[in-house]
């Protein structure tokens, strides 16, 4: 069991990686080792179905077991917490079997390729108290200044939120999409708006709460692959704030950025990859007191947005027992946007909230079977299906 460190039956979390590719060293391995070098933590295994991949970063590890077969390592070493970074169209299985084998999960995202995928996830969650339970990697909503902003907006400090925008507009090339599993409805399940521009969406959503409708359109406008290559929507969220949306990877003059206009302040973040302190602004109405706004800006010590911001505090929940950020509900709210966008751009229609469940063709897949969006020759993405 976990306790606190003055507790005898303390002890360090069992952690195997899932994927030893790219992200998995540049993002997963660092955070777990900062954290290690916090508190009682143990990478006890790395699983890659490349072997000579998973011996690579067991060697930058230190201390982890190379193995190619997830269910050998679950049943050999037991681990308390499972990082899965693999293509999403594996994740709804091996989630589902370090769930079933007493782990925790932390997932990146794309989370998997649809709401049944998802919904099967939670399932396999315990039931009982401490778990276990699958978060979903959405590191842009951690840190100093997304709760700093969510702190204002909850306390109604800024006045009353009344137009978003939220904007994902990166550059991928052909070499990008050249790794196979990128660009497909399968593998990936969906372009820009579930790959790239969720992480933006789900920290909009985080701030603003929940959405209402969404209207949207859908275009492949230069890349050869199946999914889009650039989405732009208008959300309007439940609280009244109107939104506009642009997902791309068609842009060459890179930025992801969040504008939220309020009755008394507007508050923007810029940036690309990752946010600090410094790349969040809050601009003032006329009127409002000096002193007043310059509270507003004192963010206190900064915290980055990172993978080591957001696995602190869910290493904190696996210790307490209780259910971590960017699970469950809160982790499936952001794949259901980007669902609903989906269906929206595809069936030219405006869809609500809550509205695709079983018996929806977009609750099993995000492209929903439309025939405009068949593999094909370029340009077929931009049909709309009514």
């Known amino acids: 069991m976990f306790a606190t460190p003055s507790h005898p039956s303390y002890r360090p979390v069992r952690v195997a990686v899932v994927g030893t590719g790219a992200i998995a060293r540049g993002s997963h391995l660092p955070a777990l080792t900062a954290l290690g ?62 769930l079933r084998a007493g782990a925790w999960v932390w997932c990146e995202k794309p989370p998997c390729p649809s709401l049944e995928d998802f919904d099967a996830i939670e399932a396999a969650e315990g039931t009982g108290a401490g778990g276990p339970y ?37 550059y ?16 990936e ?27 949207a359109m859908a275009g492949r406008l230069v890349h050869d692959v199946e999914t889009e290559d650039v989405s732009t929507a208008l959300v309007r969220f439940r609280n009244g704030t109107m939104a506009t949306v642009v997902n791309s990877v068609l842009s060459p003059d890179q930025v992801s950025r969040i504008r939220i206009d309020c009755e008394r302040a507007t508050v923007e973040l ?31 010590p900064d915290e980055p947005s990172s993978h080591e911001a957001q696995l602190r505090g869910l290493l904190e929940d696996l210790r307490a027992g ?34 695709i469940g079983p018996g929806d063709p977009f609750y099993g897949s995000l492209h929903g079977d439309s025939p405009g969006w068949a593999p094909g020759p370029l340009g077929r993405a931009v049909e709309v299906t009514a």
């Not at 990008?176 to 660009?183: D, S």
């Not at 372009?191 to 992480?199: C, K, S």
């Open 37 to 98: 070098a916090e508190q009682p933590l143990e990478i006890v295994a790395a699983v890659d179905v490349d072997r000579a991949s998973a011996e690579a970063f067991c060697a930058e590890a230190g201390t982890a077991r190379p193995y190619t077969d997830l269910d050998r390592m679950l049943a050999e070493e037991r681990p308390d917490l499972v990082t899965l970074a693999t293509p999403p169209r594996y994740h709804r299985d091996q989630t589902v079997a370090a």
């Open 134 to 170: 699958a978060a979903i990697v959405f590191q842009h909503r951690f840190g100093s200044g997304p709760r700093h902003v969510g702190e204002l907006l909850a306390a109604q400090a800024l006045g009353r939120p009344l137009v978003a925008h939220c904007q994902t507009t990166w």
């Open 172 to 187: 991928r090339d052909e070499e990008y999409y050249a790794v196979p599993w990128r660009g497909r409805w399968s593998s």
């Open 189 to 215: 399940g969906g372009g820009p708006a579930m790959g790239h521009g969720i992480h933006q969406m789900d920290l909009l959503l985080d701030l603003l709460g929940p959405w209402a409708e969404i209207r």
């Open 270 to 300: 810029t940036h690309l990859y990752g946010h600090r302190n410094a790349d969040w602004r809050i601009t003032p109405a006329p009127g409002v007191p000096a002193e007043e706004a310059a509270g507003w800006l004192d963010f206190g």
């Open 322 to 355: 209780r259910r971590p950020r960017s699970s469950g509900t809160d982790g499936r709210k952001s794949l259901e946007l980007v669902a609903a966008l989906y269906k929206a751009a595809f069936r030219g229609t405006t869809v609500r909230a809550g509205e």
